[in-house]
T-cell receptor, first 109, second 114 residues
């Protein structure tokens, strides 16, 4: 199956800073999603982005499928952005989403 | 409100005592799936279902059973729980023709097996 690797594993920011999280995948994929797990454990879908760029408020994501990576940008970070960010991907013809190990983000005031 | 509802949210049980974690979604999604989350191991898929009466194993199906008799419900059954099944469990449902587009997760069920 495909491998999904995220970097960095941990990130500490001061409130207001910008950050970029990266997700590399080992094979061509037809599905790429970003999730945020807040400190209470809730998993929220941020983006479904198999290719191209999307923006939602302070968050945006870009997937370059031909180069097998996706980036999640967080601008003007807030303490509520803290938690773990996961990317997940799957290949065409397969039904299993494979999750990366996550990037743990802590935003301090 | 569109949501995936899991119950119970917290459960402490003993080895060998059968239990069921229920999962229900109100979005008419065909795809549903169960994951477990363990420290250092991330999210791993247990079972998934592409539609009613269609289920398949994920990466870690041992010790679990599922059923999909109705579109909205996808219960996870632990016939004889063991301590290594202590974990945080998530149910998810998915929109889209491929079934895995845009997953919506339940709030999670924290299970402790003594």
């Amino acid at each position: 199956g495909i491998q999904v690797e995220q970097s960095p594993p941990d990130l500490i920011l001061q409130e207001g800073a910008n950050s970029t999280l990266r997700c590399n995948f080992s094979d061509s994929v037809n599905n790429l999603q970003w999730f945020h797990q807040n400190p209470w454990g809730q998993l929220i879908n941020l983006f479904y982005i198999p290719s191209g760029t999307k923006q939602n408020g302070r968050l945006s994501a870009t997937t370059v499928a031909t180069e097998r990576y996706s980036l999640l940008y967080i601008s003007s970070s807030q303490t509520t952005d803290s938690g773990v960010y996961f990317c997940a991907s799957k290949r065409g013809g397969y039904n299993k989403l494979i999750f990366g190990a996550g990037t743990r983000l802590a935003v301090h005031p | 409100e569109a949501q995936v509802t899991q119950n119970p949210r917290y459960l402490i049980t003993v080895t060998g005592k059968k239990l069921t974690v229920t999962c229900s979604q109100n979005m008419n999604h065909e795809y549903m799936s169960w994951y477990r989350q363990d420290p250092g191991l991330g999210l791993r898929q247990i079972y998934y279902s592409m539609n009613v009466e269609v289920t398949d194993k994920g990466d870690v199906p041992e010790g679990y059973k599922v059923s999909r008799k109705e579109k909205r419900n996808f219960p996870l059954i632990l016939e004889s729980p063991s301590p290594n099944q202590t974990s945080l469990y998530f149910c998810a449902s998915g929109a889209g023709s491929s079934g895995a587009n845009v997953l919506t997760f339940g709030a999670g069920s924290r299970l402790t097996v003594l």
